[in-house]
T-cell receptor, first 110, second 111 residues
Framework: GQQVMQIPQYQHVQEGEDFTTYCNSS?????IQWYKQRPGGHPVFLIQ?????EVKKQKRLTFQFGEAKKNSSLHITATQTTDVGTYFC??????????FGGGTRLMVKP | DGGITQSPKYLFRKEGQNVTLSCEQN?????MYWYRQDPGQGLRLIYY???????QKGDIAEGYSVSREKKESFPLTVTSAQKNPTAFYLC??????????FGSGTRLTVV
């Protein structure tokens, strides 16, 4: 079946440094989604990318979908303590089922 | 406001006891899901339902059961057959385009 791998598993950064998490699928995806889970909370939808090579920005967050629609990345510029949490990518195929990556836990030192 | 409500927030289960976790949504979504999350880990799919009166096993269905008698409700029963049930349980529903909305979760502990 489809597998979605995410790296790194953990990342410690100093506040103000940049952060990137990468997501790779074993199969071509119809779309990729990103979710954020704050410590003790539940995953919250951030964004959905559908088109090959698509790039979307949300303030300091930049999301990319690869040309082959098998990989994606989330880049945070100048991290803040409010960015702390686990970021999950989730790959979609036909229909509405998602396969979640294992998540990247971001820790920010003030 | 539309959303998903999970209850209870915390649940304690004795050995050999069945417990049921509630999940209710008012988003008018057809598809609903149950995930298990262990500390520091990702999301593992337990069961999902694409439509009322139908549901499918996910990756870790053993020791769990569900029902989908109403569109709004998708309760999960953790049975005594589940040997290691202590975890954080998340319910979700999705739009036809696959965007998920999660509930706030239930933390189940075996005592």
């Amino acid at each position: 079946g489809q597998q979605v791998m995410q790296i790194p598993q953990y990342q410690h950064v100093q506040e103000g440094e940049d952060f990137t998490t990468y997501c790779n699928s074993s199969t071509t995806l119809s779309n990729i989604q990103w979710y954020k889970q704050r410590p003790g909370g539940h995953p919250v939808f951030l964004i959905q990318l559908v088109k090959s090579g698509e790039v979307k920005k949300q303030k300091r967050l930049t999301f990319q979908f690869g040309e082959a629609k098998k990989n994606s990345s989330l880049h945070i510029t100048a991290t803040q303590t409010t960015d702390v949490g686990t970021y999950f990518c989730a790959g979609g195929n036909a229909g509405n089922m998602l396969t979640f990556g294992g998540g990247t836990r971001l820790m920010v030192k003030p | 406001d539309g959303g998903i409500t999970q209850s209870p927030k915390y649940l304690f289960r004795k050995e050999g006891q069945n417990v049921t976790l509630s999940c209710e949504q008012n988003l008018n979504h057809d598809a609903m899901y149950w995930y298990r999350q262990d500390p520091g880990q990702g999301l593992r799919l337990i069961y999902y339902s694409q439509i009322v009166n139908d549901f499918q096993k996910g990756d870790i269905a053993e020791g769990y059961s569900v029902s989908r008698e109403k569109k709004e409700s998708f309760p999960l029963t953790v049975t005594s057959a589940q040997k290691n049930p202590t975890a954080f349980y998340l319910c979700a529903s999705s739009t036809p385009l696959g965007r998920y909305t999660f509930g706030s979760g239930t933390r189940l502990t075996v005592v």
